[in-house]
Every structure is written in structure tokens, then in C-alpha cells.
């Protein structure tokens, strides 16, 4: 490739990226997509303005990237969370790297690659961009040895912003630690692989080890249930109810409106949603009759909960047992990052699934976490060593006369690759910036749900969410193309600058506007000065907040939270989440004296046994409700007409 073709598509990039960012500029100034790129927090606070027509709407500018830019850290961190600051951070480390990078290579190893043999070179514009890479230096060449002076400063540089950028972030996570409100899951531990008794049930022998065992420190325990394919197909229709009750009380006062129907096809007058809703509130009525549980429902998993954070900690990090299948302890994840699916698989399970593909993580930040490293590894091997390897190095292979010329021919081959590199950062980089910020998807369903499917109302639930799984592993991928390019091809650095100092705008703006969901990734290669600080809590932190928390006396009110935070049931049954009157605790959900006429009907948990089936049964009959007015209206049409 000549170096005028690649500005030729670099200039195409830019453009494309130029528009995307316009039409961004244009179309998040629509009342109509706030939902799309504010979340519902921003929708909420606009929605007086929606109606309003004003031609700014329609004018591109470049404010939100002034905005974008003005974020302080602490608003981020208000924003979007600690592990948003992070990812921040990661992306300004790329920027500083690679800006020492881009000043050495381009003005240092850039012009000796140029002028590395002695060739007659036409204008540059029509020059390939081979003679720009080391491979157009000759052997044995005597300025060698300032491309090696350019890769030890690259390095050194390298390990010292590193070790200043995880010593901000650990000051950070210890502030987070020490400051942050009470955490359900410090004072939480999961035990699995609970020995099965034929005398007691289980409830009963994860009671009598932990206060044998730790009886000082032990506070009570909630059990876990298993669930089962019905209860998935439950939740879906969980689901379903709540999507009609939400459009029942936004379409209550609308009710004698003419308009379309949700389906788009017919309209006419329309009370249906008004007599689902006195059916759905007569329903709230009705009391399920079903035992509350079952022994044989219990798996042998439980959360844990102690007295002090420090009393968790060191019950997470001790072998209870000789047997390590047995009473198995890892700390708890936070109550809304539970995977509760995973929880009831036996434990022995767990080591097939981990050879598998099915890890069987206990959180979902562990799932995305999992996820991150496939993408990252996957897109590794097939973007960097497939094409280096299955391309000009096997061809080249072919040709060898003799094994001590394979480095010869690895060094020639390996540059050459650099082309391809080059455009994959201005096609997957630029333009996916480009496409993270315009959220085409998101974009297209909301303008089906409001111009074609007529549903006005903003849904609560269809809030974005951070890509992870694709952000985080092209960020990391990008970040070993420069650092393995910056002397091979010094070409690659402008283009990655450009890459990251657009990705610290657009992110900034997604973690500040969108309210992205961001969860902290801990990559391997920590140094071993920070690695412990990022894997584990420091105890001399949790001692000192326990100590602050009892000469407070918030100890006692923490106590009482840890009983509703891993509750399975809802908040209505408070008895059932409750300790025992002994002090003692107990499961939360095995007393003998409830029973099934103490259980509401609104259970939201995942992990509840019993089947709430007039959920499923109201979203048919609201179904069949709509089907049946459509037909009514199409016979009254009919009627009319003839």
C-alpha cells in the first residue's frame, strides 16, 4: 500500500466519523431519543421539554464534547461508579504512553527507517509504506542501536505511568473501601458443598458448624433454594405482566383517545387496559395456598452473615475442612450482583464447568469478567497471530534453504503486517467510537417503538448498558498493536492516538450521560507491588471500620440490613427475613410455624420455589383481551361500512 492510499482512507474515516459525530450532536438533542442517550434519570428531568420545537435541535455542535471534556473525576465517579473512573484511567495511561511513543518514533526511528538503505525514494506521497518500517533497514546496520535506546525509553516510561496510575486507582478503591456505605456483602460469605445429613436438614448443620466452629462471630445464615425450567418461564411472564401494567397505568387517562393500537394495524376507542386494570388489582387479592418450602427444595449452598467485616474476611480465606469439596467459602457478592442460577449447582459440578465453557460464576460481574477474557483472547489470536503467522511468515517459510534464516525471515515478514494493522485501527477503531456513541441499535428500536408499535412512554427498564465485553478486550487489543508496532512501524502511533483521544471524549460522555453500567475487570500482570491491594481487602481497613461502625452504633442497624439484602422473598414478608429471637439466626425462610397464607403473591426472586401461576395467567387473558378488541373493532368497522 502507498502512503497516499492510506490517507485516502484515513480521510474517508474521518469523514464518516465526522458525520456519525453530527448527526450524535443532532440527534441527542431530540426529545424523542432521550431515552436512548440519556437513560431514564436525564428523560426524567427533561421531559417538560419534549414537546417544545426549537430549531437548535437541528443544528449539529460540538458542546457535548466541550462537556464531555469539563467532567471532573468526581463526577464521573458520582456518575458511573469507581470502576468507570477506571476504565477512564486506562484509556488517559494509552494517551500519555503513547504520546511518548509517538514523539520518539516519529522524529527518531521514523527517519533512519527512511533512509535505512541507500535507494533512490520518489515523492513521498507515492512512497510504500514499507520503506517506513524496520524492515527497510539494512543488516547489521550501525544505528540499530537507537531503535533499542527508543524501546528501553517506551519501556521505562511505560512501568512508571503504570505505577503511578495503580497507585491512584488503589487510593482510590481504599477510599471506596473506607468511605462508602455499610456493604451487605463485607459482612457476607457464600458456603457451598454443605455435607448432607439423613438426621438434620441442612438449615440445621450450616447452624450448628459455624456456632461450634465460629460461634463468636457468627450472626445467622438464609439458605438457597433451587429452582427449576418452570420458574424461567415464570419470570418471562413476570415480565410480560409488568410490561401491562405499565402501559395500564399510562394508558388509563388516555383511555377514550383515539389513536392506534399497540400493534400499529387498527384504531378506534379503546377502555380494555382500564378493565385489565380492576381485573389485575382484584387479582392482588388472591393468596397462594402453596406450602412456603420444601426440604427437599434446599441445595446445599447458604449466605452467611457475621458480626464484623473482618470475622467474613478471614472465614473466606481458611480451609474449613479437610475435605476441600466440602464447605466450600468464597465471599459474597454484592446483593444485586448475585447470579442466583448458579448458586444451587453442586460444587463438584463446578470443576467440569470450568474446563467447559459454562464457568458457573456466582455474580454477574464474574460472568462479565469471563466474557472480557474470551473476547480479548479470541481477538488476540485471530486480529495479531493468525495474520502474522498464516500470512507472510508461512509463505516465507516455504522458501527457507536453512533453519538459521528463519529470524532473518521473521523480522521482514513480521513489519510487513503492519499495513493491515494500520487500517484495522482506522476501520474497528474509528468507526466503532463512531457507532458506540450513535447506539444505532438502541437508536432503531426506539424509533419502532414510538413511530410504528405508537408506545409514547418511556419503558424503565431499557436502560443502556456499557458494552463491556467489546470495549474493554479492542482497548487492550489496540494497546498491544502500539506497543508491539511503535518500532516496527512508527505509522500505527498517530492513527492510535487519534483513536484514544477520541475514545477519552467518548467514553466520558457515555459514563456521564448514558449511565453506563461498569464493572471493575482486574486484568492479570499486576505488579506485586498493587496485585494483593486489587485481589483482596485490607484487613487493618475493615478493622478500623468495624471499630468506627460500633462506636457509632450503626453495627446493630447493619445487622438488621443483612436479612433483607439476601432475602429471597420480597419485602412484604419481613417476618421470614428476620433473625430468630434467640439471637442464634437461623435461615430466614425455614420456620416451622409459617405457613403458606403468610405469602403475598407480588414474589419478584428468582430463587422463590413456589410458582406464582395467575402471573402467567393474567398475561394470556391480557393478550386474548387485546386479540378480542381488535376483532371487535374490525366488526364494528365492517357494521359501518356496510
Known amino acids: ?192 458443598g454443605i455435607p448432607k445429613s439423613t438426621e438434620d436438614p441442612l438449615t440445621d448443620t450450616v447452624r450448628n458448624f459455624f456456632t461450634r466452629y465460629h460461634g463468636p462471630s457468627y450472626l445467622s445464615h438464609q439458605m438457597i433454594y433451587r ?53 389485575s388489582e382484584s387479582n392482588k387479592k388472591v393468596i397462594l395456598n402453596h406450602p412456603l418450602t420444601e426440604k427437599n427444595k434446599e441445595c446445599a449452598a447458604a449466605f452467611v452473615f457475621f458480626r464484623t467485616r473482618y470475622a467474613a474476611l478471614v472465614t473466606s480465606k481458611v480451609l474449613q475442612s479437610s475435605n476441600p469439596m466440602l464447605w466450600v467459602i468464597d465471599l459474597a457478592p454484592e446483593p444485586h450482583d448475585v447470579y442466583w442460577s448458579n448458586l444451587w449447582l453442586p460444587y463438584r459440578q463446578l470443576w467440569v464447568r470450568r474446563i467447559s465453557t459454562l464457568l458457573g460464576p456466582i455474580s454477574r460481574s464474574a460472568r462479565k469478567k469471563s466474557a472480557c477474557t474470551k473476547v480479548l483472547y479470541f481477538t488476540i489470536w485471530n486480529v495479531f497471530f493468525v495474520n502474522v503467522l498464516s500470512g507472510s511468515v508461512i509463505n516465507q517459510l516455504n522458501v527457507i534453504s536453512s533453519p538459521k534464516d528463519i529470524p532473518t525471515q521473521l523480522a521482514k515478514a513480521v513489519p510487513r503486517q503492519a499495513t493491515l494493522f494500520i487500517t484495522y485501527v482506522l476501520t474497528s477503531g474509528w468507526a466503532s467510537l463512531s457507532t458506540e456513541i450513535m447506539q444505532p441499535f438502541a437508536l432503531l428500536w426506539n424509533f419502532f417503538r414510538r413511530y410504528i408499535f405508537r408506545i409514547m412512554e418511556e419503558d424503565p427498564d431499557c436502560i443502556l448498558s456499557f458494552p463491556y465485553h467489546t470495549e474493554v478486550p479492542r482497548v487492550l487489543l489496540f494497546g498491544l498493536l502500539g506497543f508491539t508496532c511503535a518500532i516496527l512501524a512508527p505509522l500505527i502511533l498517530p492513527f492510535l492516538l487519534v483513536y484514544f483521544l477520541l475514545g477519552y471524549v467518548v467514553y466520558r460522555n457515555q459514563a456521564s450521560t448514558v449511565l453506563c453500567y461498569f464493572k471493575l475487570i482486574d486484568r492479570e500482570g499486576i505488579t506485586q507491588r498493587f496485585h494483593p491491594l486489587f485481589k483482596n481487602l485490607p484487613a487493618q481497613d475493615l478493622i478500623d471500620r468495624d471499630k468506627e461502625d460500633e462506636e457509632t452504633g450503626r453495627m446493630e442497624q447493619i445487622h438488621e440490613q443483612l436479612f433483607s439484602a439476601y432475602c429471597q422473598f420480597p419485602a412484604e414478608i419481613s417476618s421470614s427475613c428476620t433473625p430468630d429471637e434467640d439471637g442464634e439466626g437461623s435461615s430466614g425462610v425455614d420456620k416451622k410455624d409459617m405457613s403458606g397464607d403468610d405469602l403475598q403473591v407480588d414474589v419478584k426472586h428468582p430463587t422463590l420455589p413456589n410458582l406464582p401461576v395467575f402471573r402467567l395467567r393474567q398475561a394470556v387473558d391480557a393478550v386474548s383481551m387485546l386479540f378480542s378488541l381488535q376483532n371487535r373493532n374490525l366488526s364494528n368497522q365492517r357494521i359501518i361500512s356496510s
Not at 40 to 47: I, T
Not at 179 to 191: A, D, E, G, K
Not at 240 to 268: I, M
Open 227 to 279: 429452582v427449576g425450567k418452570v420458574q424461567k418461564i415464570m419470570s418471562g411472564a413476570e415480565k410480560v405482566y409488568k410490561k401491562f401494567v405499565h402501559f395500564n397505568h399510562c394508558a388509563h387517562d388516555k383511555r377514550f383517545r383515539l389513536k392506534l393500537s399497540r400493534c400499529g394495524l387498527c384504531g378506534g376507542k379503546s377502555n380494555g387496559f382500564q378493565l385489565f386494570r380492576s381485573q
Open 1 to 192: 500500500m502507498k502512503l497516499s492510499a492510506l490517507l485516502t482512507s484515513a480521510g474517508i474515516n474521518i469523514g464518516v466519523c465526522a458525520l456519525l459525530l453530527s448527526l450524535y450532536s443532532v440527534l441527542r438533542k431530540q426529545p424523542g431519543n432521550i431515552s436512548v442517550y440519556f437513560g431514564r434519570r436525564l428523560a426524567e428531568e427533561h421531559g417538560r421539554q419534549r414537546d417544545s420545537y426549537v430549531l437548535e435541535r437541528f443544528v449539529p455542535s460540538p458542546s457535548w464534547i466541550l462537556k464531555a471534556w469539563q467532567y471532573t473525576e468526581e463526577e464521573i465517579l458520582s456518575a458511573g461508579g469507581l470502576d468507570a473512573v477506571v476504565f477512564i484511567r486506562a484509556i488517559v495511561f494509552s494517551i500519555r504512553v503513547f504520546s511518548v511513543a509517538a514523539s520518539i518514533c516519529l522524529f527518531g526511528i521514523l527517519p533512519l527507517n527512511y533512509f535505512g538503505q541507500e535507494m533512490h525514494h520518489v515523492h513521498i506521497p507515492s512512497e510504500s509504506l514499507d520503506v517506513f518500517n524496520i524492515s527497510n533497514v539494512m543488516a547489521k546496520s550501525r544505528w540499530l542501536w537507537v531503535h533499542c535506546l527508543a524501546l528501553y525509553i517506551i519501556s521505562i516510561s511505560a512501568c512508571i505511568l503504570l505505577y503511578f496510575e495503580y497507585k491512584g486507582i488503589s487510593k482510590l478503591r481504599q477510599f471506596y473501601i473506607t468511605r462508602s456505605l455499610p456493604n451487605p456483602s463485607q459482612f457476607t460469605v457464600l458456603v457451598r
